[in-house]
């Protein structure tokens, strides 16, 4: 998967895990596709240890739900940071 399909690719996982939280953030484009690659890299590591398979960069629905995931996973981290920061 090219550096194109990445942005892409993250910017719709880190916005529909946006909308799923309902978080009011306005983190905008960049942090959406930002949100999404970390949130595709956090999902693929927690899959490897629950399932044991290797990553895959390519693009499948599978990957795509696994991005969003994470994406989640993240979210809520810095939902909780946020929180017991007092921000």
């Known amino acids: 998967m090219g550096p194109l399909s990445w942005i892409v690719f ?3 996982a880190g916005w529909l895990a ?3 939280t309902g978080s ?3 983190r905008g ?3 959406n596709i930002v949100l999404g690659i970390v949130g595709a ?3 693929g590591v927690l899959m490897k240890f629950l399932t044991g398979e290797e990553f895959s ?3 499948s629905l599978s990957s795509f739900v696994v991005a969003i995931i994470g994406a989640l996973i993240v979210l809520s ?3 909780a940071a946020k929180r017991k920061g007092g921000g």
Do not use: P
């Open 41 to 43: 890299f956090v999902g």
């Open 18 to 20: 946006s909308i799923v």
């Open 77 to 79: 981290l810095v939902g």
């Open 10 to 12: 993250g910017a719709l």
């Open 24 to 26: 009011k953030d306005q």
């Open 57 to 59: 960069f390519g693009f």
């Open 29 to 31: 484009c960049i942090g």
